[in-house]
Structures are given as C-alpha cells and as structure tokens.
Nanobody, 125 residues
C-alpha cells in the first residue's frame, strides 16, 4: 500500500504563498487519485484539490480555484500543491490522501484509503 507523507507547511502572511509536497512511501502513486484536504478547528474536513496520477486530470474546491495549483512530479513520485494569495481562512491542517474514488466522487474524504499525518498551514492577517 502507498503511504502519503506531507511536508512544506508553515506560517505565512496574508497574500503570501506556500508550496506543500506529498511524497509516496512504500509504493508509487500510479493508478491512484491523490487529493489534498484541509481541516480547521471546529470545522469539517474540506476538499482542496486532487489529481489523477495516470492521466493528469485535476479538480479543485470552489474557494481554491485560481489561487491553488496541484501538480505531479513523476520522477520524484510527489504531488505538489502551490498555494498563492493565501487568506487567513486558509489556516488549517492540510492532509494528503490517496485512493481510487469513483468518477465524480473525488471530493469526498471517505473515498480515500491512505492518509498522511497532516501539515499545519497558518496564515496571519
């Protein structure tokens, strides 16, 4: 099985940028959809973005479109999440997950089988 491992979180001012990485441990991301989710204190886990590793299709949560970009680095077996124009409301623990969600179900956390430990992103105002 594949084990996602996140890195790259931290503290940034509003309007700034961060790049998160999700590396595959154990196996490759081949034939998986790799997604990013986030969870703020007291809130439900929220879909951020995902990428179909084999075909490269990407999908985004509504509030992330135009600001976040997900991509894959096949040579490094890593998924990247570039986050720009960050807002205080982007503050959350960001999780990387891998799974094989049915078409149209990629935004549901329950469809992902393997999860990383999470990385904290804090955006100050």
């Amino acid at each position: 099985q594949v084990q996602p491992v996140e890195s790259g979180g931290g503290l940034v001012q509003a309007g700034g940028s961060l790049r998160l990485s999700c590396a595959a441990s154990g196996r490759t991301f081949s034939r998986y959809v790799v997604g990013w989710f986030r969870q703020a204190p007291g809130k439900e886990r929220e879909f951020v973005a995902c990428i179909n590793w084999n075909v490269g299709l990407t999908y985004y949560g509504d509030s992330m479109k135009g600001r976040f970009k997900i991509s894959s680095d096949n040579a490094k077996n890593t998924v990247l999440l570039q986050m720009n124009s960050l807002k205080p409301e982007d503050t959350a623990v960001y999780y990387c997950a891998a799974g094989r969600p049915p078409y149209g179900s990629w935004r549901y956390a329950s469809e992902y089988d393997y999860w990383g430990q999470g990385t904290q992103v804090t955006v100050s105002s």
